[in-house]
């Protein structure tokens, strides 16, 4: 049989309990502009900057006002399957389907957070050793920042300085996600200023807020660990600067009969797509750090 959705029943009872349970656990949600929609192709229309003329006359001098187009086509389905025998629903007593909808609900919000993360790559400013002290006029050296619990402040204030000098709207708020292992270092350097950084309650990988950053860690920060210049990536900036679809009724969750096996597959899906636009990639701010 086809691993397609063509046949099987769609199971709507379980949607809100895996739904509820995936967005429990989005980062993505915390940090991007998350449109709810069903539309398939979403525009974002924008105008050229302007600026205002200081005269002592009242002379002035007007320009044609045209608005550019940017289009997210949502394409992309992030599916996880698995076929459950009725032998191990029998001998467990309990529901294992109750507990893979749980199981899937994590699968489904691992893929689409490193959807999310994976922007990092289309960050209006990108930040390494060369370029740490001076983010906006310095020059990247294309070698990755050693992180420690001495130079965290300079990773702070290079974010600050770029989004300032991009004129950044800072007032939506600021977040900064990064692996465990980076993260490791931030609390060593909150523990030697006297910060605390921990948060009592973590949430959508949420830790807590440092310097007036939020700070997020998850293993779905992508890496460049397989190739040969070793880099992983902090994706940090403004709340919103990447924008998100994930339509609310986008999930679906089947079960299908399979021929020859007693047991059903179960399948779950959910629709999201990303993307940065134009405008709002100078809000977005990659550091290239050492693995």
């Known amino acids: ?56 006359d009242g002379t002035y001098s007007a320009v044609d006002f045209t608005y550019n187009d940017e289009v997210l086509n949502v394409t992309t389905e992030h599916i996880h399957a698995e076929r459950v025998r009725n032998y191990e629903e029998v001998f467990q007593n309990w ?19 490193t959807e999310v993360l994976g922007n990092y790559s289309n960050a209006g400013v990108t930040v390494d050793a060369g370029n740490l002290a001076d ?15 001495s130079n965290i402040d300079d990773v702070f204030d290079a974010l600050v300085e770029a989004l300032g000098e991009n004129d950044a709207m800072m007032d939506k708020g600021m977040f900064m996600v990064m692996r465990p292992k980076d993260f490791t270092k931030v609390n060593q350097y909150a523990r030697g200023t006297g910060f ?22 998850t293993t779905n920060v992508p890496d460049n660990s397989a190739s040969a210049n070793d880099t992983a990536y902090v994706v ?13 009724n986008g999930m679906y ?16 899906s959910q629709i999201a797509d990303s993307r940065v636009w134009t405008k709002r990639a100078p809000e977005l701010v990659t550091f290239e750090v050492a693995i």
């Open 253 to 268: 969750i089947k079960t299908k009969e399979v021929p020859g096996f007693s047991g059903v597959e179960l399948v779950w």
């Open 196 to 217: 605390e950084v921990a948060d009592d309650t973590i949430k959508n990988g949420y830790r807590g807020t440092l310097n007036g950053v939020a700070m997020y860690v």
């Open 95 to 113: 529901s294992i389907i109750g507990d893979r909808n749980d199981r899937a609900a994590f699968a489904l919000a691992k893929a689409i957070d």
């Open 236 to 248: 940090s900036g403004v709340k919103g600067s990447i924008f998100l679809a994930l339509p609310s």
């Open 135 to 149: 983010p906006i006029g310095g020059t990247a050296s294309g070698t990755p920042i050693a992180l420690s619990s």
């Open 1 to 56: 049989m086809a691993n397609t959705f063509n046949d099987g029943t769609l199971t709507e009872e379980w949607i809100p309990g895996v739904q509820a349970e995936l967005r429990s656990r989005l980062i993505g949600l915390q940090i991007a502009e998350t449109y709810s929609g069903s539309d398939r192709t979403i525009h974002f229309n924008y105008g050229s900057d302007v600026a205002a003329t200081t005269t002592a």
